[in-house]
């Protein structure tokens, strides 16, 4: 896990919703590799596709200057978090593999991902109270 200095994140790398989220990418992957070959092309190539969704969205609304940006590319984030959550769903009844573990951090990235959500807009309606 990175260290994460003192002050505002100055790359998405240091944010922890990204790390979180980034390990969960990686337990997909190490998890997918178990599933039926059949699935190459179906749940494997859409989880893993959803998952690398969470943090790469999370990086390019980082470098997105205005908040409304910010807070669409973290929406988009936590709509492929939601697609995953199906999937492990999904995972979990067709018997592929015991889901509990890679469903907890995916709760733990939801989280995360809504308390920055929410972090970035309640400091964008604090900036717009005090602008009146």
Known sequence: MR???????????QLIVWQKAHQFVLAVYRTTEGFPKQ???GLTSQLRRAAISIPA???EGFKKRGRPDKVRFLNIAQGSLEECRYYLILAKDLNYTDTAQLYQQLVEVSKL???Y?????TFASGLLTSLK
Do not use: Q, V
């Open 117 to 121: 959500s929410a972090k970035i807009l």
């Open 39 to 41: 699935e190459i092309y």
């Open 3 to 13: 260290t994460i200095p003192a002050g505002p994140a100055r790359s998405f790398e």
């Open 57 to 59: 969205n999370i990086a």
């Open 113 to 115: 991902l809504e308390s």
